[in-house]
């Protein structure tokens, strides 16, 4: 072994001391070399997670595109709304401030349990809603607490407003927040914005694209604890486009308000160019209210109603359209090569094999020319056109005046009903075509079903015999629609006949204009819903007005003026009705709203008349309604109440689409009876 | 006492390592430049006290090079054994309290023996090599008085438990071990021994709270918001920086507190922020320069003690800072150890103030024994 001496420890100690400072120095080295790493190769990288951290941004929701009328009148706009939001992160005394917001803004329980549920699931700087739509009062007395309430936050955004109420409900449809699944599906942070809203029925659901609007931005550097420190930038929001729409908004009201509290639809097209000018389906739901969250109690209202206010009978309602079909069958019959002169003798009843089909007039009209059948509505006329003829001669001219189409207009639901003849029979039933299925469709009833818009574009294609296609959208100038080729003689035929049913001592002589030169032309209907037994037959059929509501028989009518150079067409049903008022009957409802297009003033006036009598307009009656309804809920308190959806959106689209297949089974009822129209 | 030395320079000043000197207060005054900044640009909470504080134990180390190497060569063990059983004291006074607790409150400062135990250690172990016969350094008498003491106050460090305080004991000890002279292969067997112990340690020493960062530090993003939290906020503070930083008083991941702890163990992602690759090579070659000097000190060192102690104390000043830099740009385990003359905080301060000192107190004998 080596002798271990002062000197050679020395010698070693400086080796190893070189040896250390070498490891310490290519440590330095490495420490140098993470450094340029970190802050050149890297820097990048970093400074953008650097920016990351600093910024944050917040969206503010964009103003949605207004929805107008023709005439550039709001049907949906904004309205300022001062809400209440919570940040979640910025929240120090969680309780104290939720018991501060809730004497402030009144808060029920119901809203201090979502709110709790929401501050569990929110994250971060997602703001969470307290509440909306306050009014200025209380807002302000939020707004001069703010700095003792960190983590409240109080904001001026905008609401969407429907002026016209109730009016325009299934018209527009509403707007709602984003449900869960919207977000997860699309991962737009916009979703969760509070304020946020999108299209949740009719237009503003089918046109959101249009109507939505880019949103605005706002990016604020904050601390790691949430601390804003200074605004940096802010993006304005881009408003949605304005849609126009080809609805006439004082038409729609007008009808609206006419309609009274019938469960009924009215549409009003233009004849040349098929512009939708009304499109009412009453009663109607408030969008405001939809639009805010509506309330359970109201829920319940709208939901229990046997008018079903949450379906649009436009779109939605199909019915037997009854004797309105009849001018398009006259046109047919003509078509067949048939002279408007050749005359069928009514006697009341038509023995068609071991079956008698009833006229409506139990002693008959005797010998009736086209004009006078279309007139007088006589039944046995048409029987025996269609016994001889049979529908398969009818069915073409019924589809080519639009009954069993499909229009193509902005809505997610629409039912189309049905045009039968033989063939279709065969397809659906494996059963043939009878003569009586024939007769029972003469007169518009037995499979045929059409909705209220088939019904008005039925009337204004015969009006001026143009393949008019109903518009909802105002994209330009239209065009009148081209012709659809039909003979002028006979087009002149079937006005000359659907201007004496009003005009000419016919059924709807209630409907007469009461302007000089302008006359309406038209066509009554009435569809029966229940059977009628032959016992109760002979015993006398039972009045409308000592049935229950859901057993009357729906009124309809169908018209255009001025009959000779028509501009204007409608359609009325109301369901249920069975004539029972003359006030709000259909031949009436169609003088009045047909008399506004030509003379708003005349209109309005007796409008208000009426109005007095039926307690206010349709926006008062419905604050009516609710009043009474909260004040009899309140009353019935201590009964246990029904079991009430959770998810109220949902289920009113639930009821919408149960009450929409409702509808078919009372068309079905209606279809298996035979005659009684008129 | 004093003579006149060349020119009209006091021999004590003359004697005075300047370049060092004034070295260590440049990066002691930039340190509170950094603290300044850390605090949103103001002398509160940090910037002033800690500069109070500085100059207080700067005072102290020039008064420490005056204390002869002889007296810290005598001194040595009586030191050591107070400061052990003021480390006993701290963990009875824990257990009394129920808690773990590593200071006691000596009514005007709060003193941490754990921290004195890192220079003390370097002295006795130098100590205990210079008294060593030369003839022994190969024996294993020379190696288990070395391992109890270092053992026995790294063992009370890591009951505290500090990890990184415990590291440092054993690493300074360690280091003046292997410049004593021990045969080369006992550090060659030891590494590869530590190095198969890592996974136990790991596993059954540590407590759940330093596995943790151990593990996290394998992988920092498997862990963004928890642990990982701080070394990623860190990466990002020096990384944005760039070159030349973003400018005094002008760092958003400090002043806006995504950087957790910028005034203390991660004040170097603090300065970096701001003054960019450029700062943080500053520092690099300001503490390579110091420990340089400390080698050259050691070099010059005329006793055995003196060799050692120097080379030692220049090794826990490497520990110190090198440990730190690593750590805060994610090559280490965040273990809590500051950086020197830049991180806020009294002990690190003054455990370094007592290096320089006691350096300074070598460098200064090793001049006068030259002379003479």
Known sequence: MLKVTEASQTYSFSRRALLMGGAQASIALVLAGRMTWLSVFENERYKMMAEDNRVSLTLSPPRRGWIVDRNGQPLANNRTDFRVDLIPDRLEKREETLAALQQMLGLTPEDMARIATDLKRAQGFQPVQVKESLDWERYAMVLVRLPELPGVQATQGFTRNYPLGAGVGHLIGYVGAASAEQYKESKDPLMVTPGFKMGKDGLEKTLENRLRGTAGAKRVEVTARGKLVRELATRPDVPGKTVKLTIDAGLQEYCARRLADNSGSIVVLDCLTGDVLAMVSMPGYDPNSFSDGISQTEWKMLSGDDHVPLMNKVLQGLYPPGSTVKPMHALAVLRAGISPNATVNCTGALQVGRRAFHCHSRRGHGAVNMERAVAQSCDIYFYSMARELGYDAFAPTVREMGLGQRFDLPYTSQRFGTVPDSAWKEKKYKQPWTIADSVNASIGQGYVLANPLQLAVMAARMAQGRAIVPRLLLDGVHEPAPSLGIDPQHIQTVRQCMWAVINGGGTGGKARLPISGIELAGKTGTAQVRAITSAERSSGVLKNASLPFKLRDHALFVCFAPWDNPRYAASIVLEHHGHVNPVTDVAPTARDIMTFLFDREKAMASLHALEKGWGGTYSERLAQKSEAFKAAQAAAKAAPPPPVPEDAEAAASNVVSEAANATVPVGDVAGRNEDRAE | ?372
């Not at chain 2, 505290?160 to 054993?170: F, H």
């Not at chain 2, 890592?198 to 963004?224: A, C, G, K, T, W």
């Not at chain 2, 690190?348 to 006691?358: D, E, P, R, S």
Request: glycine share 12%.
């Open chain 2, 1 to 372: 006492m004093s003579r006149i030395g060349p020119g009209m320079v006091p021999a004590p000043l003359a004697q005075l390592p300047w370049k060092v000197l004034l070295l260590v207060l440049a990066v002691g005054c930039f340190g509170l430049v950094v603290l300044y900044s850390a605090a949103g640009g103001s002398l509160y909470p940090w910037a002033y006290s800690q500069g109070l504080r500085f100059f207080v134990f700067f005072g102290m180390a020039i008064a420490l090079s005056r204390v002869p190497e002889r007296f810290w060569a005598h001194g040595t063990f009586p030191m050591y054994g107070v400061i052990l059983l003021m480390l006993l004291g701290v963990e009875a006074l824990g257990a009394v309290a129920g808690g773990s607790q590593r200071w006691l409150d000596l009514g005007i400062i709060r003193l941490q023996p754990s921290e004195l135990m890192k220079p003390i250690i370097v002295l006795t172990m130098a100590r205990f090599y210079e008294i060593l016969p030369a003839s022994e350094i190969r024996k294993f008498g020379a190696l288990w008085p070395a391992a109890v003491l270092i053992g026995l106050p790294a063992a009370l460090v890591m009951l505290q438990p500090d990890l990184g305080t415990a590291l440092m004991i054993v690493g300074s000890g360690v280091a003046v071990m292997f410049l004593s002279g021990i045969p080369l292969r006992l550090f060659i067997g030891g590494g590869l021994a530590m190095a198969a112990a890592i996974p136990l340690v790991v596993n059954f020493v540590l407590h759940d709270y330093q596995r943790n960062r151990v593990l996290v530090f394998m992988s920092p993003e498997s862990d963004p918001l928890g642990t990982g939290y701080h070394i990623s906020q860190s990466k990002i503070a020096i990384g944005s920086g760039g070159i030349f930083g973003k400018g005094f008083l002008n760092g958003t991941q400090s002043h806006l507190d995504y950087l957790p702890e910028g005034h203390t163990d991660f004040a170097l992602a603090t300065m970096m922020e701001e003054w960019g690759l450029m700062g943080g090579l500053f520092i690099i070659l300001a503490f390579g320069f110091l420990i340089g000097w400390g080698i050259s000190v050691s070099m010059r060192a005329k006793t055995r003690f003196g060799r050692l102690t120097a080379a030692g104390l220049s090794a826990t000043i490497f520990f110190y800072s090198s440990i730190n830099m690593l750590m805060v740009m994610g090559l280490a385990p965040v273990v809590g150890i500051p950086l020197p003359l830049i991180s806020f905080g009294g002990t690190a301060q003054m455990t370094f103030m007592i290096c320089f000192g006691i350096l300074m107190s070598i460098d200064r004998e090793s001049r006068r024994k030259q002379r003479w």
